[in-house]
């Protein structure tokens, strides 16, 4: 079996996180976990200078959008303190002791012009293809109702991609709504899941050429196949023209 690469972790860009509870578990129970959980995921990041740009919380699982500073290890303090809070939590009010999540969270750099919408978008339809809502506005602990401005929990920071999608709060989220509502590739949603999965980036092949060149470093494992196709979007597509040079910061 090959060595497990080391998690890579690239300062100015965003990442796609993924935890899940230990066994696949649940991890909230009661409203009350799930706003504690983003209150103190509020707390951290703000703290800790990393930013929210999507985020989901799943009755086992959660799914982030963070993008750290200059710090690096800011993602992984993040994760680890919001983790042990509830878990504090869930066992004193079940009584137990041990662990509530998995060993390790997953994490994907997400290539920003390219990926960035489509992970957002991946992210907030969770609780759709999960048959849970009909409608990504109807489940409140995603970051969707706070896009949509129908609930602010105070967590989420409109990334740039996102804000080139139109001139108006008005204009973006009619973009973006059109976006999310559009039909979903099959390809598209394999490649967010097989790179949030095996921690491979979720970007191109000449981005991730780039990286290693950079990091002196591999930044995926092997086999990472053709990059999919993604849907195009007027609204979407502003937003790539608006970061369309951009490369990743690197610490």
């Keep these: 079996m090959a060595p497990r690469l080391a998690r890579l972790v690239v300062a100015h860009t965003p990442h796609h996180i993924v935890q899940r509870g230990h066994s696949r578990q649940a991890i909230f129970a009661e409203p009350e976990d799930y706003q504690s959980y983003l209150s103190d995921l509020r707390e951290k990041t703000m703290e800790l200078g990393v930013q929210?740009?999507?985020?989901?919380?799943?009755?086992?699982?959660?799914?982030?959008?963070?993008?750290?500073?200059?710090?690096?290890?800011?993602?992984?303090?993040?994760?680890?303190?919001?983790?042990?809070?509830?878990?504090?939590?869930?066992?004193?009010?079940?009584r137990r002791s041990g662990t509530l999540w998995e060993s390790r969270?997953?994490?994907?750099?997400?290539?920003?012009?390219?990926?960035?919408?489509?992970?957002?978008?991946?992210?907030?339809?969770?609780?759709?293809?999960?048959?849970?809502?009909?409608?990504?506005?109807?489940?409140?602990?995603?970051?969707?109702?706070?896009?949509?401005?129908?609930?602010?929990?105070?967590?989420?920071?409109?990334?740039?991609?996102?804000?080139?999608?139109?001139?108006?709060?008005?204009?973006?989220?009619?973009?973006?709504?059109?976006?999310?509502?559009?039909?979903v590739a099959a390809e598209e949603l394999e490649?967010?899941?097989?790179?949030?999965?095996?921690?491979?980036p979720l970007a191109t092949e000449e981005y991730c050429s780039d990286l290693e060149a950079a990091l002196q470093r591999q930044v995926s494992s092997r086999g990472r196949g053709r990059p999919a196709k993604m849907q195009s979007d007027s609204g979407v597509s502003r937003g790539e023209a608006a970061l369309k040079r951009s490369r990743p910061h690197l610490p």
């Design 52 to 94: 929210v740009h999507a985020y989901c919380l799943m009755t086992n699982h959660v799914h982030l959008m963070l993008t750290p500073s200059e710090e690096t290890k800011a993602i992984g303090r993040v994760m680890q303190e919001t983790g042990r809070r509830a878990t504090r939590r869930w066992n004193q009010r079940c």
């Design 105 to 183: 969270y997953k994490s994907s750099v997400v290539q920003t012009e390219t990926y960035l919408l489509a992970c957002c978008r991946y992210i907030e339809l969770n609780p759709v293809r999960a048959r849970m809502v009909a409608r990504a506005e109807d489940y409140p602990w995603s970051s969707y109702r706070s896009r949509m401005g129908i609930s602010d929990m105070g967590v989420l920071a409109l990334h740039p991609v996102y804000q080139a999608m139109g001139a108006s709060d008005s204009e973006r989220r009619a973009a973006y709504r059109s976006y999310v509502e559009s039909a």
């Design 191 to 200: 490649r967010i899941r097989h790179a949030a999965q095996s921690g491979n």
